[in-house]
C-alpha cells in the first residue's frame, strides 16, 4: 500500500442499507396512499425507465417534485433527520462492520450516493460518524422552498467520481478502497485501488 492517506467511499442504498430509500423516504413521509396514488401517476414514466427508453434522472426528478415540490426546506430537512432512526431498521451489518473498521483504522470515510443528501447525511454523520456525505442536492427557492428540482447533477455513475475529486482532488497520495452493489457506482469501483463489489 502506498504511503500517505487511506480514504474509503461507500455508496448507500443497497450498499449500507438493504434497499433504496427514496421510495422508503416516500412510504414513511407521505404515507401509503398517497405513495401509491403518486407511483400509479407516473407508472408511463416509471416504465420507460425500465425500458431503457427515460433517463433515471429525470424519472428521480419528476417523483421527487411530485411528492417534495413546494414543502418548506426546514420541514424536509426535519423529515430527514427522523427518517435516521428507520433507516436504523433497514442498515445492512456486515458493510456497516466494514465501515466502522475503516473510521476505528483512522481512515476518511465518506458516503457518496445518487439519493437525497438530506436524508443520507443525518444517518451516516450523527448515527455512523462519517468523515462526511456527498449526495444529490436539491433546489431552494427565496421563499425557502423546494422547487422539485435538483440543484446538483444525480450523483450516480461517473458523477460520483467527479464529486470525490472535488473535496479529494490529489489522488496520488491516497488509496481509495470503493464498496458498492449496482451499476452506479461501476466508475468508483473502477477508479479506487480497491474496489468492492457488495452482494
Known amino acids: 500500500m502506498p504511503k500517505g492517506k487511506t480514504i474509503a467511499v461507500f455508496d448507500f442504498d443497497g450498499t449500507i442499507t438493504t434497499k433504496d430509500t427514496l421510495l422508503y423516504f416516500i412510504l414513511f413521509t407521505r404515507g401509503y396512499w398517497a405513495f401509491m396514488m403518486g407511483f400509479f401517476l407516473y407508472s408511463p414514466l416509471l416504465i420507460a425507465f425500465k425500458l431503457r427508453l427515460y433517463p433515471n434522472w429525470k424519472v428521480k426528478q419528476a417523483l421527487f417534485s411530485y411528492f ?18 428507520e433507516v436504523k431498521k433497514i442498515e445492512c451489518d456486515s458493510t456497516v462492520d466494514k465501515l466502522k473498521e475503516h473510521l476505528k483504522n483512522g481512515d476518511k470515510v465518506y458516503v457518496i450516493s445518487a439519493s437525497i443528501d438530506d436524508w443520507v447525511r443525518p444517518f451516516c454523520c450523527s448515527h455512523l460518524g462519517v468523515t462526511a456525505t456527498i449526495g444529490t442536492k436539491v433546489e431552494v427557492d427565496l421563499d425557502g422552498k423546494l422547487t422539485g428540482r435538483f440543484l446538483t447533477k444525480n450523483c450516480y455513475g461517473p458523477e460520483k467520481v467527479n464529486r470525490l475529486l472535488e473535496i479529494e482532488p490529489d489522488r496520488k497520495n491516497y488509496f481509495l478502497y470503493a464498496y458498492g452493489d449496482s451499476r452506479g ?15
Not at 185 to 199: H, S, V, Y
Open 68 to 85: 417534495f415540490g413546494g414543502m418548506n426546506y426546514k420541514e424536509f430537512q426535519r423529515l430527514g433527520e427522523i427518517f435516521a432512526d
Open 185 to 199: 457506482d461501476k466508475e468508483m469501483l473502477e477508479f479506487a485501488d480497491r474496489g468492492i463489489m457488495i452482494q
